[in-house]
C-alpha cells in the first residue's frame, strides 16, 4: 500500500509541473520594449534607474513589517520599523539589483485578475523614490511562476505582468535586522594605536609603536606582530548576531553593570571606545555593548576564545621577528671574537640580480648564501620556552658577559640585536626595548650558535 501511494505522488507531481509549464508557455511569450517593437537585449525593469540617484526606499510584505530606508548626507539610515544605522552595502546591494534587474517573460499583457499572479494584494511591494522625480517607482512581486525559478511582478503604473529571476525576489525578502549596521565599534584597524584588557585573565596594555605592537603594562616586552594585528581585525569586523535591548536602562540582565571583560581601543584622535562583555546567553555566545551605549548585542564568542588566551598570548614568543631579505649586515660576537658580514647584490649570469654574501672581518672571505639564509631561517623561527618578567640582576642568566650577541643591521629602520647568555645550564636571551628576559631550551640556542658560528 505504501509502493502504490509513494508511486500515486510522483506521478502526480510530474503531472503537475508538466501543467504548470504548459499553463506558463501558453501565456508566456519574449519581452517587448514598452514601444512594442522586438529587441536582443531583455527590457530593464527600472528604466534608466541610477543608484546614485535613490533617496528612500520601501519594502512591505504582505502581511509583514515594512522596512523603509533613507539617504541622509550620503549614509543610509533605516527610518522603519526602527531608527537605526543601514548597513552600506546590504542596501547598494539592493539597489543593484533594481538597477540591473530584467524581465524575463510576459505573462499578460492585461491581466484580468492579478490575485491569479499573487498581485492582489502583492507578495512584496517595494517603493524606490528617486532624486528629481515626483512620484515613487513602484515594483509589485507576486508569486512564483509554476515549474520554474522565476517569479511573477508588475509596476504599479502597468498592467503587463512580467516574470523576473527568483533569486532578486527572494533579495527584497528583508527584515529590518538584515538591513540594519550590525557593526559594533566601527572602528578601522590602522586607527586603533593601543589596547587595555581586563578581565579574569588580569589587567594588561599594548600599544602600537611605529609598526610594531609593545606590551605596556605589567611588563614593557614585545608584542607578536601578527596575532595583535589579527585581534584588532576580529573588532573592527566585529558584528553582533542580534539585539538583546535595543534601549538597556538596567544593565543587570546581562552582566554589564559590572562586565566581566572590557577592551578600551585608543585611537589615533585621541578618544577611547570601550567593548563591554557580560554574561553568555548561549554557548559561544556572549553580551556585549560599547562603553556608554544603550544598545545591547549579542556577539560570537571569538572575541572572548582570544582573551581568554591571556597575556602570553599576544608575546612574541619568537627570539627576533625579522624578515631575512631586510637583513644587510651581521655582527657575531663570541667573547672577544667579532665576524662581520655585508650583503651585496650582484648581476647573475642571466642578467637578474642576486645577493651576495661576504665575510668582512676579521677577514674577507665569500660566504654561500645558502648558509647565511639557514642561519637567519634558524633565528627567526626560535621561539622562548618561558619568560621571565621580573628578571634579577644580568650576571644571574649569564648576561653581564653574553656569550653570543648577534647584531642585524635592516634595510630600514634601526639596527636589532639578540644576546644569549648561559648561567648554570640554562640559556636566557635578551632584545632591545624589551625589560623581560627569554628562557631558551639548550638545545635550540646551542643549535642558533653552531649554525651562525659555521659564517
Do not use: C
Not at 494584494?121 to 511562476?145: F, Q, S
Not at 640580480?353 to 647565511?372: F, G, M, N, S, Y
Amino acid at each position: 500500500m505504501k509502493g502504490t501511494f509513494v508511486r500515486t505522488a510522483v506521478v502526480l507531481a510530474v503531472l503537475g509541473g508538466l501543467g504548470g509549464y504548459a499553463w506558463f508557455v501558453e501565456r508566456g511569450k519574449p519581452v517587448k520594449p514598452l514601444d512594442g517593437e522586438e529587441t536582443g537585449p531583455k527590457e530593464k525593469v527600472f528604466d534608466g534607474l541610477v543608484k546614485q540617484r535613490v533617496e528612500e526606499l520601501l519594502i512591505e510584505p504582505r502581511g509583514g513589517e515594512a522596512v523603509r530606508l533613507s539617504k541622509r548626507e550620503n549614509a543610509w539610515r533605516l527610518l522603519a520599523p526602527l531608527d537605526a544605522a543601514a548597513d552600506a552595502s546590504q542596501v547598494e546591494t539592493l539597489l543593484g539589483g533594481l538597477e540591473n534587474m530584467e524581465a524575463q517573460q510576459v505573462a499578460a499583457e492585461s491581466p484580468t485578475d492579478l490575485a491569479e499572479f499573487g498581485l492582489e494584494p502583492a507578495a512584496t511591494r517595494v517603493e524606490v523614490r528617486v532624486a528629481g522625480e515626483a512620484a515613487p517607482r513602484v515594483l509589485l512581486i507576486g508569486d512564483k511562476v509554476p515549474a520554474s525559478g522565476e517569479v511573477f511582478a508588475q509596476l504599479s503604473a502597468r498592467r503587463r505582468v512580467f516574470t523576473i529571476p527568483g533569486y532578486m525576489a527572494q533579495a527584497f525578502e528583508k527584515k529590518a535586522f538584515d538591513l540594519r549596521d550590525r557593526n559594533l565599534l566601527k572602528v578601522q584597524r590602522d586607527a586603533v594605536r593601543g589596547l587595555e584588557v581586563s578581565g579574569p585573565e588580569g589587567r594588561y596594555a599594548l600599544a602600537r609603536e611605529a609598526d610594531e605592537w609593545t606590551i605596556t603594562a605589567p611588563v614593557r616586552t614585545r608584542a607578536g606582530r601578527y596575532s595583535v594585528d589579527g585581534f584588532v581585525g576580529l573588532l573592527e569586523s566585529l558584528r553582533f548576531d542580534e539585539v538583546a535591548a535595543e534601549d538597556a536602562r538596567d544593565l543587570k540582565p546581562w552582566g554589564l553593570h559590572k562586565p566581566a571583560r572590557t577592551v578600551a581601543l585608543k585611537l589615533a584622535d585621541g578618544s577611547t571606545k570601550t567593548l563591554e562583555i557580560g554574561t553568555s546567553p548561549a554557548d559561544k555566545k556572549f553580551h556585549a555593548r560599547v562603553g556608554g551605549a544603550s544598545l545591547v548585542a549579542v556577539i560570537p564568542g571569538a572575541v572572548v576564545e582570544d582573551l581568554e588566551k591571556g597575556l602570553d598570548h599576544w608575546r612574541a614568543k619568537r627570539l627576533l621577528e625579522i624578515a631575512t631579505y631586510q637583513v644587510t649586515g651581521i655582527e657575531i660576537h663570541e667573547g672577544d671574537k667579532v665576524r662581520k658580514l655585508a650583503r651585496s647584490t650582484v648581476k647573475g649570469a642571466d642578467g637578474f640580480d642576486e645577493q651576495k654574501w661576504k665575510r668582512t672581518a676579521p677577514d674577507a672571505k665569500d660566504v654561500e648564501t645558502k648558509l647565511v639564509d639557514d642561519a637567519l631561517f634558524k633565528l627567526g623561527g626560535t621561539e622562548a620556552s618561558a619568560f621571565v618578567d621580573d628578571p634579577k640582576v644580568l650576571s644571574a642568566y649569564g648576561l653581564d658577559k653574553p656569550a653570543f650577541r648577534l647584531q642585524l643591521a635592516m634595510e630600514k629602520g634601526e639596527p636589532v640585536w639578540l644576546e644569549l647568555g648561559q648561567a648554570g645550564g640554562a640559556w636566557h636571551a635578551r632584545r632591545p626595548g624589551d625589560d623581560a628576559l627569554l628562557a631558551v631550551d639548550a638545545a635550540k640556542a646551542d643549535e642558533l650558535v653552531k649554525a651562525f658560528a659555521g659564517l
